[in-house]
Protein backbone atom coordinates (compact mmCIF):
# COMPACT_ATOMS: atom_id res chain seq x y z
CA UNK A 1 0.00 0.00 0.00
CA UNK A 2 2.50 2.45 0.56
CA UNK A 3 4.41 1.96 -2.12
CA UNK A 4 1.72 3.07 -4.44
CA UNK A 5 1.95 5.99 -5.94
CA UNK A 6 -1.35 6.88 -4.61
CA UNK A 7 -0.65 6.81 -0.93
CA UNK A 8 2.68 8.68 -1.41
CA UNK A 9 0.49 11.54 -3.55
CA UNK A 10 -1.92 11.53 -0.28
CA UNK A 11 0.98 12.35 1.90
CA UNK A 12 2.68 14.92 0.14
CA UNK A 13 -0.57 17.40 0.74
CA UNK A 14 0.72 19.37 3.80
CA UNK A 15 4.09 20.07 2.28
CA UNK A 16 2.79 20.86 -1.24
CA UNK A 17 -0.12 23.31 0.68
CA UNK A 18 2.84 25.11 2.51
CA UNK A 19 5.01 25.36 -0.18
CA UNK A 20 2.03 26.84 -2.66
CA UNK A 21 1.06 29.02 0.08
CA UNK A 22 4.34 30.75 -0.35
CA UNK A 23 4.76 30.58 -3.97
CA UNK A 24 0.98 31.78 -4.87
CA UNK A 25 0.68 34.06 -1.89
CA UNK A 26 2.06 37.19 -3.35
CA UNK A 27 0.30 36.68 -6.44
CA UNK A 28 -3.08 36.39 -4.81
CA UNK A 29 -4.29 40.34 -4.84
CA UNK A 30 -2.94 40.88 -8.70
CA UNK A 31 -5.20 37.94 -9.44
CA UNK A 32 -8.14 39.08 -7.52
CA UNK A 33 -8.21 42.23 -8.99
CA UNK A 34 -7.76 41.03 -12.39
CA UNK A 35 -11.00 38.83 -11.31
CA UNK A 36 -13.23 42.02 -9.96
CA UNK A 37 -11.29 44.24 -13.45
CA UNK A 38 -13.36 41.88 -15.84
CA UNK A 39 -16.78 42.40 -14.22
CA UNK A 40 -18.29 39.47 -15.31
CA UNK A 41 -22.09 38.75 -15.91
CA UNK A 42 -21.41 34.87 -13.97
CA UNK A 43 -18.85 33.52 -12.82
CA UNK A 44 -18.34 29.74 -14.57
CA UNK A 45 -16.69 26.77 -12.23
CA UNK A 46 -15.85 24.09 -15.28
CA UNK A 47 -14.83 20.93 -14.49
CA UNK A 48 -15.26 16.94 -15.01
CA UNK A 49 -15.51 14.35 -12.35
CA UNK A 50 -13.60 15.21 -9.53
CA UNK A 51 -12.75 18.63 -11.16
CA UNK A 52 -16.54 19.39 -11.43
CA UNK A 53 -17.14 18.58 -7.42
CA UNK A 54 -14.52 21.08 -6.72
CA UNK A 55 -16.81 23.95 -8.67
CA UNK A 56 -20.11 22.06 -6.87
CA UNK A 57 -18.28 23.19 -3.27
CA UNK A 58 -17.43 26.58 -4.02
CA UNK A 59 -20.39 27.64 -5.30
CA UNK A 60 -22.34 25.99 -2.46
CA UNK A 61 -20.19 27.87 0.03
CA UNK A 62 -20.17 31.38 -1.83
CA UNK A 63 -24.21 31.59 -2.72
CA UNK A 64 -24.43 34.70 -0.51
CA UNK A 65 -21.24 36.05 -2.57
CA UNK A 66 -23.20 39.54 -5.15
CA UNK A 67 -21.76 37.78 -7.78
CA UNK A 68 -23.53 34.79 -9.70
CA UNK A 69 -21.13 32.12 -9.12
CA UNK A 70 -22.32 28.73 -10.83
CA UNK A 71 -20.56 25.50 -10.98
CA UNK A 72 -21.22 24.22 -14.42
CA UNK A 73 -19.81 20.39 -15.46
CA UNK A 74 -18.01 21.01 -18.91
CA UNK A 75 -19.54 17.23 -19.03
CA UNK A 76 -22.74 19.31 -19.00
CA UNK A 77 -21.94 22.57 -21.38
CA UNK A 78 -20.41 20.20 -24.15
CA UNK A 79 -23.68 18.40 -23.94
CA UNK A 80 -26.00 20.63 -23.82
CA UNK A 81 -24.56 24.07 -24.51
CA UNK A 82 -27.78 25.58 -25.41
CA UNK A 83 -28.57 25.55 -21.38
CA UNK A 84 -25.72 27.94 -20.82
CA UNK A 85 -25.02 30.04 -23.37
CA UNK A 86 -26.87 33.12 -24.55
CA UNK A 87 -26.17 35.80 -27.15
CA UNK A 88 -24.31 38.97 -25.35
CA UNK A 89 -23.32 36.58 -21.70
CA UNK A 90 -19.66 37.74 -20.74
CA UNK A 91 -19.43 34.70 -18.02
CA UNK A 92 -15.21 34.43 -16.23
CA UNK A 93 -14.94 30.95 -17.12
CA UNK A 94 -12.96 29.15 -14.70
CA UNK A 95 -11.91 25.58 -15.66
CA UNK A 96 -10.44 22.96 -13.71
CA UNK A 97 -8.07 20.01 -14.84
CA UNK A 98 -6.11 17.28 -13.39
CA UNK A 99 -4.72 16.48 -16.87
CA UNK A 100 -6.08 19.76 -18.88
CA UNK A 101 -6.23 17.50 -21.77
CA UNK A 102 -9.69 15.75 -21.28
CA UNK A 103 -12.30 15.65 -24.12
CA UNK A 104 -14.90 17.78 -22.03
CA UNK A 105 -12.08 20.57 -21.66
CA UNK A 106 -10.81 20.81 -25.23
CA UNK A 107 -15.07 20.74 -26.04
CA UNK A 108 -15.39 23.69 -23.71
CA UNK A 109 -12.50 26.16 -25.00
CA UNK A 110 -13.51 24.89 -28.53
CA UNK A 111 -17.29 26.99 -27.09
CA UNK A 112 -15.66 29.64 -26.09
CA UNK A 113 -13.56 30.15 -28.84
CA UNK A 114 -16.65 29.88 -31.20
CA UNK A 115 -19.45 31.18 -29.25
CA UNK A 116 -18.19 33.36 -26.43
CA UNK A 117 -14.61 34.75 -27.35
CA UNK A 118 -15.10 37.86 -25.23
CA UNK A 119 -15.29 35.81 -22.16
CA UNK A 120 -12.50 36.22 -19.73
CA UNK A 121 -10.86 33.08 -18.82
CA UNK A 122 -9.15 31.32 -15.69
CA UNK A 123 -7.17 28.11 -16.38
CA UNK A 124 -5.95 26.35 -13.00
CA UNK A 125 -4.24 23.21 -14.08
CA UNK A 126 -1.72 20.61 -13.09
CA UNK A 127 -0.37 19.84 -16.32
CA UNK A 128 2.17 22.35 -17.27
CA UNK A 129 1.93 20.80 -20.96
CA UNK A 130 -1.87 20.33 -21.19
CA UNK A 131 -4.16 22.49 -23.36
CA UNK A 132 -5.48 24.74 -20.36
CA UNK A 133 -2.18 25.78 -20.10
CA UNK A 134 -1.07 26.31 -23.65
CA UNK A 135 -3.96 26.93 -25.07
CA UNK A 136 -3.98 30.91 -26.35
CA UNK A 137 -6.84 33.47 -25.89
CA UNK A 138 -7.71 36.98 -25.26
CA UNK A 139 -8.43 37.98 -21.49
CA UNK A 140 -6.85 34.57 -20.00
CA UNK A 141 -5.17 34.04 -16.89
CA UNK A 142 -3.18 30.56 -16.20
CA UNK A 143 -2.27 29.17 -13.08
CA UNK A 144 -0.33 25.95 -13.53
CA UNK A 145 0.15 23.92 -10.33
CA UNK A 146 3.15 22.47 -8.56
CA UNK A 147 3.89 19.42 -10.62
CA UNK A 148 3.87 17.25 -7.93
CA UNK A 149 0.14 17.77 -8.15
CA UNK A 150 -0.29 16.01 -11.27
CA UNK A 151 -0.79 12.67 -9.75
CA UNK A 152 0.27 9.55 -11.68
CA UNK A 153 -2.46 7.50 -9.65
CA UNK A 154 -6.57 7.01 -10.98
CA UNK A 155 -7.52 8.90 -8.29
CA UNK A 156 -7.28 12.61 -7.86
CA UNK A 157 -6.42 13.64 -4.60
CA UNK A 158 -3.02 16.60 -4.41
CA UNK A 159 -4.37 17.71 -7.85
CA UNK A 160 -8.12 18.01 -6.14
CA UNK A 161 -7.19 19.45 -2.63
CA UNK A 162 -4.37 22.15 -4.29
CA UNK A 163 -7.15 23.22 -7.03
CA UNK A 164 -10.00 23.83 -4.84
CA UNK A 165 -7.87 25.99 -2.20
CA UNK A 166 -6.12 27.63 -5.19
CA UNK A 167 -9.65 28.46 -5.98
CA UNK A 168 -11.03 29.58 -2.90
CA UNK A 169 -8.10 31.69 -2.45
CA UNK A 170 -8.77 33.60 -5.73
CA UNK A 171 -13.26 33.70 -4.68
CA UNK A 172 -12.72 34.03 -1.03
CA UNK A 173 -11.35 37.26 0.39
CA UNK A 174 -12.11 36.72 3.94
CA UNK A 175 -9.05 33.35 3.44
CA UNK A 176 -5.51 34.01 3.55
CA UNK A 177 -2.46 32.19 1.59
CA UNK A 178 -1.06 31.74 5.44
CA UNK A 179 -3.92 29.33 6.57
CA UNK A 180 -2.59 26.85 3.66
CA UNK A 181 0.33 26.22 6.47
CA UNK A 182 -2.19 25.72 9.44
CA UNK A 183 -4.50 23.31 7.00
CA UNK A 184 -1.20 21.45 6.56
CA UNK A 185 0.11 21.74 9.75
CA UNK A 186 -3.70 19.78 10.97
CA UNK A 187 -3.15 17.19 7.50
CA UNK A 188 -0.12 16.31 8.97
CA UNK A 189 -1.37 15.35 12.39
CA UNK A 190 -4.70 13.94 11.22
CA UNK A 191 -3.23 11.34 8.28
CA UNK A 192 -1.51 8.91 10.38
CA UNK A 193 -4.51 8.53 12.62
CA UNK A 194 -6.75 8.64 9.22
CA UNK A 195 -4.83 5.51 8.11
CA UNK A 196 -4.87 3.83 11.46
CA UNK A 197 -8.63 4.46 11.97
CA UNK A 198 -9.10 2.92 8.22
CA UNK A 199 -6.85 0.01 8.84
CA UNK A 200 -8.83 -1.00 12.13
CA UNK A 201 -11.97 -0.31 10.98
CA UNK A 202 -13.89 -3.63 9.36
CA UNK A 203 -14.40 -2.96 5.08
CA UNK A 204 -18.02 -2.56 5.06
CA UNK A 205 -19.73 -3.68 2.01
CA UNK A 206 -21.96 -0.25 1.08
CA UNK A 207 -20.75 3.14 2.17
CA UNK A 208 -22.33 6.53 2.81
CA UNK A 209 -20.84 10.27 3.20
CA UNK A 210 -23.07 13.22 4.54
CA UNK A 211 -23.15 17.00 5.03
CA UNK A 212 -24.50 20.03 4.78
CA UNK A 213 -23.18 23.06 2.24
CA UNK A 214 -19.76 22.33 0.90
CA UNK A 215 -19.69 19.72 2.59
CA UNK A 216 -22.46 17.73 0.54
CA UNK A 217 -19.69 18.30 -2.00
CA UNK A 218 -17.09 16.80 0.45
CA UNK A 219 -18.87 14.12 0.48
CA UNK A 220 -19.85 13.54 -2.90
CA UNK A 221 -15.73 13.84 -3.47
CA UNK A 222 -15.16 11.33 -0.57
CA UNK A 223 -17.81 8.76 -2.17
CA UNK A 224 -16.47 8.87 -5.23
CA UNK A 225 -12.95 8.69 -4.10
CA UNK A 226 -13.80 4.95 -2.60
CA UNK A 227 -15.89 3.76 -5.82
CA UNK A 228 -13.10 4.60 -7.73
CA UNK A 229 -10.12 2.70 -5.62
CA UNK A 230 -12.55 -0.13 -4.80
CA UNK A 231 -13.63 -0.18 -8.69
CA UNK A 232 -17.11 -0.84 -7.46
CA UNK A 233 -17.32 -3.64 -5.22
CA UNK A 234 -17.98 -1.25 -2.30
CA UNK A 235 -21.08 0.80 -3.60
CA UNK A 236 -20.55 4.44 -2.04
CA UNK A 237 -23.15 7.12 -2.31
CA UNK A 238 -23.37 10.44 -1.27
CA UNK A 239 -26.34 13.08 0.24
CA UNK A 240 -26.48 16.44 2.21
CA UNK A 241 -27.48 15.70 5.82
CA UNK A 242 -31.03 16.75 5.64
CA UNK A 243 -31.71 15.41 2.04
CA UNK A 244 -30.64 12.02 3.24
CA UNK A 245 -33.98 11.03 4.81
CA UNK A 246 -35.86 11.72 1.86
CA UNK A 247 -35.55 7.87 0.56
CA UNK A 248 -31.62 7.53 -0.18
CA UNK A 249 -31.82 6.39 3.32
CA UNK A 250 -33.08 3.20 2.13
CA UNK A 251 -29.14 2.41 1.05
CA UNK A 252 -28.42 1.48 4.47
CA UNK A 253 -28.65 -2.24 5.04
CA UNK A 254 -27.06 -4.40 7.00
CA UNK A 255 -22.45 -3.90 6.86
CA UNK A 256 -23.09 -0.07 5.92
CA UNK A 257 -21.08 2.64 7.02
CA UNK A 258 -22.15 6.18 7.34
CA UNK A 259 -20.26 9.12 7.24
CA UNK A 260 -21.52 11.99 8.79
CA UNK A 261 -19.53 15.14 7.72
CA UNK A 262 -20.43 17.99 11.17
CA UNK A 263 -20.19 21.21 9.83
CA UNK A 264 -18.35 24.40 12.35
CA UNK A 265 -20.99 26.30 11.70
CA UNK A 266 -23.44 26.08 14.86
CA UNK A 267 -26.98 25.88 13.40
CA UNK A 268 -25.88 23.55 10.19
CA UNK A 269 -24.03 21.38 12.87
CA UNK A 270 -27.10 20.76 14.62
CA UNK A 271 -28.82 18.89 11.45
CA UNK A 272 -25.44 17.17 10.92
CA UNK A 273 -25.56 16.04 14.55
CA UNK A 274 -29.36 15.33 14.60
CA UNK A 275 -28.99 12.54 11.37
CA UNK A 276 -25.85 11.09 13.22
CA UNK A 277 -27.91 10.60 16.44
CA UNK A 278 -30.71 9.30 14.26
CA UNK A 279 -28.52 6.87 12.45
CA UNK A 280 -27.47 5.14 15.41
CA UNK A 281 -30.89 5.29 17.29
CA UNK A 282 -32.11 3.44 14.17
CA UNK A 283 -29.08 1.24 12.84
CA UNK A 284 -26.68 0.94 15.88
CA UNK A 285 -23.99 2.69 17.13
CA UNK A 286 -20.96 1.16 14.75
CA UNK A 287 -23.11 2.19 11.70
CA UNK A 288 -21.76 5.62 11.70
CA UNK A 289 -18.85 7.55 12.51
CA UNK A 290 -18.87 11.23 12.49
CA UNK A 291 -16.21 13.51 11.60
CA UNK A 292 -15.42 17.48 12.54
CA UNK A 293 -15.75 19.24 15.72
CA UNK A 294 -17.01 17.24 19.18
CA UNK A 295 -17.47 14.18 16.39
CA UNK A 296 -16.00 10.59 16.70
CA UNK A 297 -12.80 11.90 14.74
CA UNK A 298 -12.58 15.76 15.61
CA UNK A 299 -11.48 17.72 12.61
CA UNK A 300 -10.27 21.44 14.33
CA UNK A 301 -11.80 24.54 12.56
CA UNK A 302 -9.30 26.55 10.61
CA UNK A 303 -11.83 28.61 8.74
CA UNK A 304 -14.80 28.20 7.04
CA UNK A 305 -16.50 24.37 5.49
CA UNK A 306 -15.14 24.64 2.12
CA UNK A 307 -11.72 25.03 3.22
CA UNK A 308 -12.01 22.63 6.04
CA UNK A 309 -13.35 20.12 3.48
CA UNK A 310 -9.86 19.12 2.29
CA UNK A 311 -9.31 17.87 5.58
CA UNK A 312 -12.55 15.74 5.66
CA UNK A 313 -11.90 14.30 2.28
CA UNK A 314 -8.50 13.53 3.19
CA UNK A 315 -10.20 10.85 5.34
CA UNK A 316 -12.08 9.49 2.56
CA UNK A 317 -8.19 9.34 0.49
CA UNK A 318 -7.45 7.16 3.15
CA UNK A 319 -10.11 4.60 3.08
CA UNK A 320 -10.36 4.25 -0.14
CA UNK A 321 -6.45 3.39 -0.30
CA UNK A 322 -6.42 1.01 2.59
CA UNK A 323 -9.51 -0.42 1.12
CA UNK A 324 -8.50 -1.38 -2.09
CA UNK A 325 -5.42 -2.73 -0.53
CA UNK A 326 -7.71 -4.93 1.28
CA UNK A 327 -9.64 -6.09 -2.51
CA UNK A 328 -6.42 -6.92 -3.70
CA UNK A 329 -6.93 -4.25 -6.49
CA UNK A 330 -4.28 -2.54 -7.96
CA UNK A 331 -4.14 1.14 -6.15
CA UNK A 332 -2.72 3.36 -8.53
CA UNK A 333 -5.22 1.63 -11.64
CA UNK A 334 -7.76 -0.38 -10.21
CA UNK A 335 -9.57 -1.45 -13.07
CA UNK A 336 -6.25 -2.85 -14.69
CA UNK A 337 -6.93 -5.58 -17.40
CA UNK A 338 -10.67 -4.41 -17.21
CA UNK A 339 -10.19 -1.64 -19.89
CA UNK A 340 -13.52 0.24 -18.26
CA UNK A 341 -12.08 3.03 -16.69
CA UNK A 342 -9.26 5.27 -17.26
CA UNK A 343 -6.99 7.96 -15.93
CA UNK A 344 -7.84 10.54 -18.10
CA UNK A 345 -11.23 9.58 -19.65
CA UNK A 346 -11.25 8.34 -23.40
CA UNK A 347 -13.69 7.14 -26.05
CA UNK A 348 -15.76 10.82 -25.75
CA UNK A 349 -16.82 11.43 -29.23
CA UNK A 350 -17.16 15.38 -29.40
CA UNK A 351 -19.68 16.67 -31.89
CA UNK A 352 -19.86 20.20 -33.25
CA UNK A 353 -22.90 22.56 -32.61
CA UNK A 354 -24.50 24.02 -36.01
CA UNK A 355 -25.89 26.99 -33.86
CA UNK A 356 -26.78 28.10 -30.56
Given at each position: MQTSATYREIMQQPAIWRGWAEDFGPQLAGLRAWISAQNPDEIWLCGAGTSAYIGDLIAAALGADPRRIRAIATTDLVACPQNYIRKGLRPLVISFGRSGNSAESLGTLDLLDRF??????????????????????????????????????????????????????????????????????????????????AQAMPRPARAVFTGSGPLAFAAREAALKVMELAAGDIPAIWDSNLGFRHGPKSFITTDTKVFVFLSHHALTGQYDRDLAAEVRDQFGSNTVLSLGEGGDISIPRVGSDAADAVLYVLFSQALAVVWSHDLGLNIDDPFKGRGTLTRVVSGVTLHTPEAL
Open positions: LPEAPRLNITCNAESALATRPAQHQKVITLPAATHDAGFAMTSSYSTMLLTALLLLDEGLKATQLNTLADHAEALLPQYFNT
